[in-house]
């Protein structure tokens, strides 16, 4: 059987992190779920840079993307990336429809700009779920500090999210709390929570990329002779799956089945980042170390390729060896590098990755207003 439809059966749902017009409308994204399982898509700005911004598939768009709006490239960005965004989410319909709202979704982020603004995060989230118009939207929100207390909001007026930019087990925590705090505000109202849907996007490969770097620089002053070369790879793994440990811990306590007994939906973890940033690494390696049930992992293209040819499936990987995950985290501390710090960099990175990816592709579309405005 095909790998990727394998992982279904082992309670994970594979995501295709990459979106596209051609994708949609030459029936890619059909096929995909029909060979392979996938029931959902996920989108960045740095995914729409690539799309709109390093291509011409969008052009004949610009004239009408201009008049529906104010002409602005954030405008005519808008226009595009929601419309791939609604159709991706009508060809995914049907699996939304199957699962009773669990799978079938497709995110779409608020601007990076807002990451550490929590008021202007809420309004850009319900500006977006209303926008779009889709059941089976996720609206993405950063698991900033500002952005943790928007979540319990959003979450607490019926608007499913996708919380990204996980990387430490404390700020996923803090997510997850958000999460439950907001069902429980919905249902105190009398809100049907059946249909809230959430997932936790802890990040992964960045992790080990990081780690990596402050390993070589240690051996490079040190050498090897605490045995420091043996962690290198190891971190991303072993903290994704003390992150499912807490996971499995969190839904199952008095307080969440309290929400189940009323129809709620876990909050999943979503593996996210696994692609092999080294390549010395499996092409796999984030993907078949991290099989789990009521889990999901979002692979661009070139993953979902490799699982597809020659990946491995075997059922709770990501349950298997979780005490030599927390003597891998304890001997990092001990060689005097902070995971938390780690941790911290890398989101005020990805924050900063994402803006930078946005005012790349916003200046992008200015360029190529201008040049059909100038040719017409």
């Not at 960005?77 to 965004?85: H, K, N, Q």
């Not at 040190?222 to 045995?227: K, S």
């Not at 969190?250 to 969440?256: K, T, V």
């Amino acid at each position: 059987m095909n790998p990727l439809k394998q992982l279904g059966a082992c309670g994970q749902s594979p995501w295709l992190d990459y979106v596209r017009r051609g994708l949609i409308r030459n029936g890619e994204l059909e096929t995909l779920i029909a060979r392979d399982g996938v029931t959902g898509v996920t989108s960045n700005p740095s995914i729409f840079q690539k799309a709109i911004g390093e291509s011409d598939e969008y052009l004949s768009d610009y004239p009408a993307a201009r008049r529906a709006g104010d002409g602005s490239p954030l405008a005519v960005y808008e226009y595009l990336a929601v419309g791939d965004i609604q159709e991706a989410a009508d060809v995914l319909r049907p699996v939304y429809d199957a699962t009773a709202g669990r799978d079938g979704h497709v995110s779409l982020e608020c601007s990076p700009y807002l990451a550490h603004d929590t008021n202007a995060t809420i309004a850009e989230a319900r500006r977006l779920w209303t926008l779009v118009n889709r059941p089976n939207l996720l609206v993405k929100v950063p698991g900033t500090p500002a952005g943790v207390p928007a979540i319990r909001t959003l979450i607490g007026e019926g608007i499913s999210i996708n919380v990204t930019l996980l990387f430490g087990i404390a700020a996923y925590e803090r997510v997850a709390d958000a999460y439950i705090a907001g069902l429980e505000a919905q249902a105190a109202r009398g809100g049907d929570i059946t249909r809230i849907a959430s997932v936790a996007s802890f990040f992964v490969s960045r992790i080990d990329a990081l780690v990596d770097k402050r390993i070589d620089v240690q051996l490079a002053r040190d050498g090897d002779r605490a045995g420091l070369e043996a962690l290198r790879g190891k971190l991303a793994i072993a903290n994704a799956k003390l992150a499912y440990v807490r996971f499995k811990e969190i839904i199952s306590g008095a307080r969440w089945e309290a929400l189940v007994a009323k129809g709620a939906q876990p909050q999943r973890l979503l593996w996210a980042s696994t692609s092999t940033k080294n390549p010395a690494y499996p092409d796999t390696i984030y993907v078949e170390t991290l099989i789990g049930r009521n889990t999901v992992n979002t692979m661009p293209p070139a993953t979902m390729d490799a699982f597809r040819d020659h990946g491995r499936v075997e059922p709770d990987t990501v349950e298997r060896g979780v005490e030599d995950a927390r003597r891998t985290l304890a001997a990092l501390e001990q060689h005097g590098i902070s995971l938390r710090g780690v941790t911290d960099e890398l989101v005020e990175d990805g924050v900063k990755q994402f803006a930078d990816a946005f005012g790349t592709l916003l200046g992008s579309i200015d360029a190529r207003s201008g040049s059909l405005k100038a040719a017409s």
